[in-house]
């Protein structure tokens, strides 16, 4: 399944809209997506699974690609 995940770059800063980005993930669950990202010093704000015609819609961008972390 693929995650979208919501997140600022560091844990130490307080979180400002404008600096949200957005990574694709690969993964069993949301946990799963989380404890992959847990050694990266990201402050984590949402992850939400994608499919469909959701999925599809973000394969239209031409920046899509999703990280296969092990």
Do not use: W
Not at 27 to 41: F, H, M, P, Q, Y
């Amino acid at each position: 399944m693929i995650f979208k995940v919501y997140y600022q770059d560091s844990k130490t800063e307080v979180p400002v809209r404008e600096k949200t980005k957005t990574i694709f993930v690969e993964g069993d669950s949301e946990r799963d997506v989380r404890l992959k990202l847990a050694d990266r010093n990201y402050n984590i704000e949402f992850v939400t699974s994608v499919q469909g015609e959701f999925l599809e819609y973000e394969r239209q961008n031409e920046d899509f690609k999703v990280l296969e972390i092990e």
